[in-house]
């Protein structure tokens, strides 16, 4: 069965802290996304990746930043969260000509 | 630039009624259109998706869609609705690399 593992459901941090969010994908695709999807407005593409080492903005890169040091692992990186990041975070794979397999998603809550 | 426009934020319907959960996209180029389902606090499912071919798509649980180009629309449909059915509908097109645009989502509630 094909999994996209994200390392934690739910997470409070406080604001300036650095987050991490941890995506891990067993289907050895190549293409990796983050989105943040809040009510009302859907799912928007934060960042994604087509290879190692490899990262493109996408509609909402503000406040954040990745990394890809291995094609099974993504990571999202809020530098300094602040209030206006909580949201739910989804992650991604794909590879080419199919549909996206996405994580569990993490909560964030930043108080 | 893709878009997709979900018309109806909300849909309640009759357990065993028609069910109609409509898309509109825009593209500039032949688009794989996909219909995803989220229950509370869980990721996206695929439902059905559309590449290339056969414009009725089937998926699970009994949905099917339709493809029409001349009309830019992906339409959901269920000819009865299940309790189960009750959870949030996501519209998407995506490029060839699975870099997808959702539309805003529709609430299902199915009322006994």
């Known amino acids: 069965d094909v999994k996209v593992t994200q390392s934690s459901r739910y997470l409070v941090k406080r604001t300036g802290e650095k987050v991490f969010l941890e995506c891990v994908q067993d289907?050895?695709?190549?293409?990796m996304f983050w989105y943040r999807q809040d009510p009302g407005l859907g799912l928007r593409l934060i960042y994604f990746?087509?290879?190692?080492?490899?990262?493109e903005k996408g509609d909402i890169p503000e406040g954040y930043s990745v990394s890809r040091e291995k094609k099974e692992r993504f990571s999202l990186i809020l530098e300094s969260a602040s209030t206006n990041q909580t949201s739910m975070y989804l992650c991604?794979?794909?590879?080419?000509?199919?549909?996206?397999?996405f994580g569990q998603g993490t909560r964030l809550t930043v108080v | 630039a893709q878009s997709v426009t979900q018309l109806g934020s909300h849909v309640s319907v009759s357990e065993g009624a028609l069910v109609l959960l409509r898309c509109n996209y825009s593209?500039?180029?032949?688009?794989?259109l996909f219909w995803y389902v989220q229950y509370p606090n869980q990721g996206l499912q695929l439902l059905l998706k559309?590449?290339?071919?056969?414009?009725l798509v089937k998926g699970i649980n009994g949905f099917e869609a339709e493809f029409k180009k001349s009309e830019t629309s992906f339409h959901l449909t269920k000819p009865s609705a299940h309790m189960s059915d009750a959870a949030e509908y996501f519209c998407?097109?995506?490029?060839?690399?699975?870099?997808?645009?959702f539309g805003d989502g529709t609430t299902l509630t199915v009322k006994p």
């Open positions: 990746s087509y290879d190692v080492k490899m990262k």
């Open positions: 559309y590449t290339t071919g056969a414009t």
């Open positions: 289907m050895d695709h190549e293409n």
């Open positions: 998407a097109v995506s490029d060839d690399a699975g870099k997808s645009t």
């Open positions: 991604a794979s794909a590879t080419w000509a199919t549909e996206a397999f």
């Open positions: 593209s500039s180029v032949p688009p794989y």
